[in-house]
């Protein structure tokens, strides 16, 4: 803007020392010239001439480095919100009512299967177990001395059948206080991770309260909703790339394995469940990002990220003209990757953008003789 100024003022400078001239030519036609109006003359002369003079060069060629346009195929990708979640989690209940003995276990330790939680008092159930074991161990040696003297001949078979009852009836209700002990213990239904626990040894809990909350680590699941749209162009089986929340074992891959075959009413959402890859130890609950595809586009041109000019919301690139000058254009953006960015519109496969010096040019600047990214210049740079 500058050089334009200072071009425009030369300009007039020009135009008014020829019209001054011109002027004092015209009005000393045909008088003879004195020594006065001749001195004025070359004055004003020499004035035009330094003004011509000093009329600014033609602005030096820029050097800048190029990169070319490279196909490949695009991604069109949604991103979506979900929610980490185990695959099995449930609150953990008691199989019996009764008060709280001990609490067996810590605030998030680690159980496996029929590991105990939470174990109720078990005094006069294990008082009724010995018991019965001693009703059954009585029934059976009277229903031994029956047999026995049935085959002595001194008992008949009708007595024999009524030890042979009182004994399995015995065993029937030992079996009855032995399950009745066992369900003192509350125990892991599978193994996992012990939530916050509910109970304090002394409380009394129903059959219906929970003790604890028990989900699995190990192995977890994303759910997250797409537009209906979205689902139809997934399938089970599909890899996807997350994105958790922190800086431990920021992205992971996950697999589809579920789609819901409903739209949600009150979202028009789709619901999608995939398994998380990966190390154990991601907490049910937190949050993550799914980058799903769903489209492909064969044939995309992609130009290095450093040459995009962003200028409000307008994107542009300078691409190297057949001329040696620099050609401003305006492009739309699509994919980005890693160093890239997809250019759907703008750009052709033969054409080199400026990815050094484009902040140094304008449109139809004089490039200089160019480097090229990991190769050497074209000749249209030249």
């Known amino acids: 803007m500058a050089r334009t100024r200072t071009h425009g003022a030369r300009s007039w400078t020009l135009l008014a020392g020829a019209f001054l001239l011109g002027g004092l030519t015209v009005a000393l036609a045909g008088e003879a010239v004195t020594a006065r109006v001749q001195a004025g003359l070359a004055a004003i002369a020499d004035l035009v001439g330094a003004a ?22 695009a991604r069109e990708i949604y991103s979506a919100v979900g929610e980490v979640r185990a695959r099995n989690r449930v609150e953990v209940t008691p199989p019996a009512e009764g ?15 029929g590991d105990v939680i939470v174990m109720l008092r078990r005094a006069e159930e294990e008082r009724a177990l010995e018991a019965a074991e001693a009703a059954v161990a009585e029934a059976e040696e009277a229903l031994g001395r029956s047999l026995q003297l049935l085959d002595d001949g ?41 939530g916050l626990l509910l109970v304090d040894p002394g409380a009394f809990v129903g059959m219906g309260d929970a003790v604890a909350t028990l989900a699995t680590t190990e192995d977890v699941l994303l759910r997250f909703a797409v537009p209906p749209a979205i689902a139809d162009a997934l399938a089970p089986g599909q890899s996807l790339e997350i994105s958790l929340d922190g800086p431990r ?44 595809v769903w489209q492909l586009r064969e044939d995309a041109h992609f130009v290095p990220a450093e040459a995009v000019v962003l200028d409000g919301r307008l994107a542009f690139v ?6 040696g000058t620099a050609e401003r254009r305006e492009v739309r953006l ?33 490039i200089a003789e160019a480097t090229v990214a990991g190769a050497a210049a074209p000749e249209a740079a030249r």
């Open 249 to 292: 074992d920021a992205n992971r891959q996950a697999v589809i394995e579920t789609i819901s075959p409903l739209v949600d009413e009150a979202t028009r959402t789709v619901t999608v469940e995939a398994a998380i890859e990966g190390p154990a130890g991601l907490r049910p609950g937190t949050f993550a990002t799914a980058d799903v």
């Open 52 to 73: 011509a003079a000093d009329e600014e060069p033609e602005r030096p060629p820029t050097p800048v480095t190029l990169a070319p346009v490279d196909v490949d195929t």
């Open 318 to 323: 300078y691409v190297a003209g057949p001329d």
């Open 334 to 366: 699509g994919e980005r990757r890693e160093g890239v960015v997809e250019v759907r519109e703008g750009v052709e496969p033969e054409d080199m953008v400026l990815v050094e010096g484009q902040q140094d040019v304008e449109d139809g600047d004089p």
């Open 154 to 194: 001194f008992s008949t078979e009708a007595e024999v059948q009524q030890d042979r009852s009182v004994f399995a009836a015995a065993r029937a209700e030992a079996a009855m206080a032995e399950q009745a002990l066992a369900d003192r213990a509350v125990r892991a239904p599978f193994a996992g991770r012990v």
């Open 99 to 113: 008060i709280v003995e001990a609490v067996r276990v810590a605030d998030g330790a680690s159980v496996e299967a």
